[in-house]
């Protein structure tokens, strides 16, 4: 059952980062460059998560200073270094091409995992990875064009880099801490990263043009999209190995697909859809051998 509970743990925590799409291009309209929705949704979920552990059980807060070093890689190291290369590839690449680029994620983590801690290459394992980056260029349709450069590609797997690295640096927190204690701190230390690159004061126009729609949009990307599903993925990371628990999580550009078609009217091919079989069946397989496993 813990196993199971984890596994939902995951799969829900994508559910809702697919759902990003729907606030950040609210924010976006109202005029915030793509780090300041950054900063908006982490400021939130920081807050959220500060009023939750002080309600809920204060001595959550309480770390050593010693573990410092794991809230820098889960908040700089990830967090916010992954946002700054994912934005910046879509400036110099297309969309479709950064996302792909973004769930090279999968092979970061399992090779990090390897080095770290001892994870095997299983067959199954590697064919799951295969079916998942397979169909996530499908999903985004990356090969249908876009102009690419190197410096954009580095980006790019920077992003995938930092994303695999909350996977990392999550499961060494989790030995010594609470998953909310984990997100609150991971929050915390990518504010500090984002804070000097996104200039805040822009902000303030914003808000006093269309406080309504700000807030509206700022607590569904800050709740739904940052606060709830980091929570989920950590406490998912309980139970999931790192490596699986990354793939699993690309269920998200699947999420984001079926959401662009149904209410952003994008046009969904044969490929966006076999992509989403692919990807879906390799967190099934993921799963199915776990169980074989434990018989």
């Not at 064919?127 to 260029?137: D, E, Q, S």
């Amino acid at each position: 059952m813990k196993r199971m509970s984890a596994v939902i743990y995951v799969l829900l925590a994508a559910i809702l980062w697919g759902c990003i799409g729907l606030f950040y291009k609210g924010l976006s309209a109202l005029g915030m460059t793509p780090l300041q929705v950054v900063l908006v949704r982490v400021l939130t979920a920081f807050v959220l998560m500060a009023a939750y552990m002080a309600i809920r059980c204060p001595r959550w807060f309480r770390i050593r200073l010693r573990d410092v070093w794991m809230f820098l890689g889960t908040g700089i190291a990830s967090l916010a270094f992954f946002n700054y290369c994912y934005f910046t590839a879509m400036d110099k690449l297309s969309v479709s091409v950064a996302a792909v680029l973004l769930y090279t994620a999968p092979i970061f983590v399992m090779l990090l995992s390897r080095i770290f801690f001892r994870d095997p290459f299983t067959v199954k394992g590697l064919i799951a990875l295969v079916l998942t980056f397979g169909g996530c260029i499908l999903v985004t349709g990356a090969f249908t064009g876009g102009s690419v450069t190197w410096d954009g590609v580095l980006f790019g797997l920077g992003a995938g880099l930092g994303y695999a690295l909350y996977s990392i640096f999550g499961v060494f927190a989790l030995r010594r801490y609470e998953s909310e204690t984990i997100t609150f701190y991971t929050y915390a230390f990518a504010l500090l990263g984002v804070l000097p690159l996104c200039r805040p004061w822009e902000l303030v126009p914003i808000v006093q043009t269309a406080p309504l729609e700000t807030s509206l949009y700022t607590l569904g990307i800050g709740l739904l999209c940052c606060f709830l599903p980091y929570l989920f993925y950590t406490k998912g990371l309980s139970g999931v190995r790192p490596g699986q628990a990354s793939m699993m999580a690309t269920l998200e550009p699947v999420v984001a697909t079926i959401i662009g078609v149904a209410v952003f009217g994008d046009t969904l091919q044969i490929w966006n859809v076999i992509g989403i079989v692919l990807i879906i069946g390799a967190i099934v397989l993921l799963n199915v051998s776990r169980k074989k496993e434990k018989r």
